[in-house]
């Protein structure tokens, strides 16, 4: 059984100029441990493709099960709940909450989980480690660069032990060598199993996953598996 | 999120926008110190009121010699009087619903029992004072009617002089003198405690009308039977005006006042003042309630404004709260929260400012400070009323927020 289990997926807007059909009939299964490029030209229904899986929004049209999980069948709690344990998000944006420090944003998804605060800042400072910032736990947002951002956020997103990373865009706001930096962190994550969907437009990003899936009109236009590029090489190269 | 962590990450948000939600607190602020006030304004009167009635007895009309519009009341030792003890008794004898009309002369002097002596008031009396004034013996007896019409040396102490002159000891039947005059203790009064302007009531002795004006207060008493004042007591307060009324009338005849000549007395209506007291209390308390529901109203809106304010600022964060597992009910308690926390804070504030106020009131109308505890957890629990319903509705724009549209805001 696969992760994710797309089939049919469609999502259709109806505005008051007409229908937009922003993905049209998708099926894709993606397995637990995978890291899959997800690329296309803007307006393709990457974002839109995304946001379904994320269980942020609801298909028109199609069957969807997460980890088993029928989604259609969960009332917004249950997508809350979902989103909470089996997803992570990392934004291009970062969205990190300004006013308090990386550890509390860190903590965040944990709060909605039901932990106690003990437990909260053990794991968070844990997921802190894993992204390698453990030393800037008690520094806010401002104070840190947009690479350390990302990175906290991508903490965020790992906090939980999600089995789904789900990336749209995470290197858009960095310069190469950041976005280089980070795509050898989740290169390394998912060597050590996270499962990870990433929403690229740049062709040198999209080479560091193992499979490249192609929109184009809200279809899937290609679909292959390649063999990745690793990122360490690349950021130690342009570190010479 | 458990509630104290809610509060916390409220109090941060708060903080973050201080000087903004300072003011949006003003109207919360000013409408619970309205309340307060108003609470402990409204006590403060009621309170003087009874404290008034109980030191003087209800009902109670003073009749003095002179003048108001001459300077005032004459009183005192060797002061010269209109009044005697014959008005008193015709006023008993003519007045509808008057139940008691008690003739005094008053004075200071020195009582001495041994080797002690003490400093304090005497009044002589006839036996209506005791019921005018609503007082009696704790110990011993008053007078009987005898010792009143011969003027016997017989006299009641106030707790007070007795716990000075006698300490633990009994001081029935003991002598006393009072301008070397030996009077025997006949009874010891009950405790009457403060009056409403802080006066110890119970430093006073008593003697008989007669004894009083004869021996010890005043040569100007003793020629004839004038007296200091009277205390008229009626039976029903709707009594007094039309008893003061008559009083007047009776008394102008008496003293042979007549056409334009002023009177030689004045009477005044002593649950009056109590009444005016009541009634600019009464005045107050609706000014500071419109205050109150004004403020509290405009308070309220105000937090809505700024909750909406709040909620389109962080729309952000919002969709990031819903996307990281956030259920919608998370959102609206989290906003609810903040509106709560902020027109409590508010409150709070207010409950400061309203003791302030109350404080200042009851300094200028001379009465007793009062805010209960009562009036305190009102003013928190209407405070905290008006932020979750103010902040209802911000809330519940921010709980229906679609995650995806918020994410994309700027
Ligand atoms: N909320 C919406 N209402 C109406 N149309 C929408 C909405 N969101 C997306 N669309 C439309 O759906 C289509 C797919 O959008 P989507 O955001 O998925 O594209 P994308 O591949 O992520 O593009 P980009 O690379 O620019 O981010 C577009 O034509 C877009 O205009
Ligand atoms: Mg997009």
New binding site residues.
């Given amino acids: 059984m696969a992760l994710i289990e797309a089939r049919d997926l469609s999502r259709v ?1 109806s ?1 008051d100029a007409g229908r ?1 059909v ?2 049209d009939g998708v099926s894709l299964d993606i397995d637990q441990g995978d890291f899959v490029a997800v690329m ?10 995304m946001n379904l899986i994320g269980c942020l929004d609801r298909p028109t049209d199609g069957q969807y099960r997460l980890a088993g999980t029928a989604v259609e069948s969960l009332d917004a709690d249950g997508l809350a709940r979902l989103r909470n344990r089996e997803i992570g998000f990392v934004f291009q944006q970062f969205n990190l909450l300004p006013r308090v420090d990386a550890l509390a944003n860190v903590e965040l998804p944990m709060i909605y989980a039901g932990f106690d605060r003990r437990t909260r800042r053990e794991h968070a400072l844990q997921a802190l480690g894993r992204v390698g910032l453990a030393e800037r736990a008690h520094h806010r947002p401002m104070q840190i660069s947009g690479g350390q951002q990302q990175r906290v956020a991508i903490a965020r997103a790992l906090v939980n032990s999600p089995s789904l990373l789900l990336a749209d ?1 995470p290197t858009g706001a960095l310069d190469s060598r950041t976005a280089n930096e980070i795509m050898a962190l989740f290169q390394e994550l998912n060597r050590e199993g996270v499962t990870i969907v990433l ?1 690229t ?1 740049d062709a040198e990003v999209g080479r560091h996953a193992q499979r490249l899936v192609r ?1 184009r009109d ?1 279809r899937v236009t290609e679909d292959r598996r390649q063999t990745p590029v690793d990122a360490r090489d690349l950021a130690s190269e342009a570190a010479e | 999120m458990r509630l104290i962590e809610a509060i916390r990450s409220a109090l941060s948000a708060i903080m973050a926008n201080a000087l903004r939600s300072l003011l949006t607190m003003l109207g919360i602020v000013i409408g619970v110190a309205a309340v307060i006030a108003m609470v402990a304004i409204g006590s403060g009167a009621r309170n003087l009121v009874d404290s008034q009635i109980r030191s003087l007895g209800a009902n109670l009309a003073i009749v003095t010699p002179g003048n108001v519009t001459q300077g005032g009341a004459r009183l005192g030792a060797g002061a010269a009087s209109s009044l005697t003890d014959e008005d008193a008794q015709a006023i008993r004898r003519e007045i509808d619903g008057v139940v008691a009309a008690a003739p005094f002369v008053q004075g200071g002097a020195q009582v001495v029992a041994g080797g002690s002596n003490w400093g304090t008031r005497i009044y002589g009396i006839d036996l209506d004072w005791f019921s005018a004034r609503e007082w009696d013996v704790a110990t011993g007896r008053t007078f009987d009617p005898e010792e009143v019409r011969r003027g016997d040396i017989v006299i009641l102490l106030g707790q007070t002089v007795a716990r000075n002159l006698f300490g633990e000891d009994d001081p029935i039947d003991q002598i006393v003198r009072v301008r070397n005059v030996p009077f025997r203790v006949i009874g010891v009064m009950a405790s009457k405690g403060q009056s409403a302007f802080g006066q110890d009531q119970d430093d006073v002795v008593f003697v008989p009308l007669d004894a009083g004006r004869r021996r010890v207060i005043g040569r100007n008493y003793a020629k004839d039977r004038s007296v200091g004042s009277i205390f008229v007591k009626f039976a029903n307060e709707s009594d007094i005006e039309p008893g003061i009324e008559s009083m007047t009338e009776l008394l102008r005849q008496r003293h042979r006042i007549i056409g334009e000549q002023e009177d030689d007395f004045s009477i005044r209506n002593l649950t009056e003042i109590a009444n005016t007291a009541t009634a600019s209390a009464n005045t107050l308390s609706m000014l500071l309630a419109a205050v109150a529901a004004v403020s509290l109203l405009v308070g309220g809106i105000g937090i809505m404004n700024i909750m909406l304010v709040s909620v389109t600022e962080r729309t952000r964060e919002i969709g990031l709260r819903l996307a990281v597992g956030a259920r919608p009910r998370d959102i609206l308690r989290q906003f609810l929260i903040e509106a709560t926390t902020l027109s409590t804070i508010g409150g709070a504030l207010g409950i400061g400012l309203g003791m302030g106020v109350a404080y200042l009131v009851a300094q200028l109308a001379g009465w007793p400070s009062l805010v209960s505890t009562n009036a305190i957890f009102m003013a928190v629990g209407f405070s905290a009323l008006v932020g979750i319903f103010f902040g209802f509705y911000p809330a519940q724009r921010a709980a229906k927020l679609d995650p ?2 918020a994410l994309r805001r700027e």
Avoid: N, R, W
């Fill in positions: 807007y505005l937009v922003a993905l296309g030209p803007s307006g393709s229904g990457k974002s839109t493709f865009e929403v437009h929109f809200g | 995806i549209e």
